[in-house]
């Protein structure tokens, strides 16, 4: 399996990101609910330092599933991405950090794009949203998780982020999502909320 192979395909559908495995069948992050997401078909599983084991996760989700870290002290990420070399699976999982400042910039290209690896940058649009985009547009990372104040801000930067070859990516978990834009809500009504994180230009939910 290549996630940069997968997220670069213009084809392919919306990639659906099963949060912590599929937890209402199983304990969150657990071998079971990463199972049971991977019998059910989606195409990445988010998990964090709840997890079993990373040697268990990776021997379970090998060419099956791609896999987010959600790794929450980025000082550990090349620990990690070593790891993930060292098993062969670092094609199949992606790497994530916050990215607000010149400084994570440069941590950033220091410690993982030169490795070559899946990595999301951490995109908050919320406030100098614009400066926050042009850092984005400099690493020109294989994807961008997005959080907004108002749509309309993703709207205006959509075919920058498609022309510099970024993919967006956008949480709706509840204690995460931007305004609005939940999975609770989605269920009351999936246009106005999925329809139109996908219209903006999110491929990647």
């Not at 990639?15 to 997401?37: D, F, K, T």
């Not at 995109?123 to 100098?128: A, F, P, R, S």
Request: hydrophobic share 45%; proline share 4%; net charge negative.
């Amino acid at each position: 399996m290549n996630y940069i192979e997968y997220i670069a395909n213009p084809h392919r559908q919306c990639a659906i990101v099963a949060h912590g495995g599929l937890w209402n069948e199983a304990p969150e992050n657990s071998l079971l609910s990463i199972r049971r997401a991977m019998e059910a078909g989606y195409n990445v599983v988010e998990i964090d330092e709840k997890v079993p084991s990373l040697r268990d996760v990776f021997e379970l989700t090998c060419n099956r599933i791609f896999i987010h870290l959600d790794i929450k002290h980025r000082h550990v990420i090349p620990e990690v991405l070593d790891y993930a070399q060292k098993m062969g699976i670092e094609k199949q999982v992606d790497f994530w950090a916050d990215l607000k400042t010149e400084l994570d910039l440069a941590w950033i290209k220091a410690n993982i794009t030169t490795h070559n690896v899946p990595f999301i940058a951490r995109t908050h649009l919320e406030h100098d949203w614009r400066e926050q985009a042009k850092l984005a547009l400099e690493l020109k990372p294989l994807i961008c998780e997005a959080s907004f104040r108002d749509l309309s801000q993703v709207d205006a930067m959509k075919q920058q982020f498609h022309d510099a070859g970024i993919t967006l990516w956008v949480n709706t978990i509840h204690s995460v999502a931007s305004p609005g834009f939940t999975d609770s809500a989605a269920l009351e009504d999936p246009d106005k909320v999925w329809g139109r994180l996908l219209r903006a230009g999110f491929s990647a939910i």
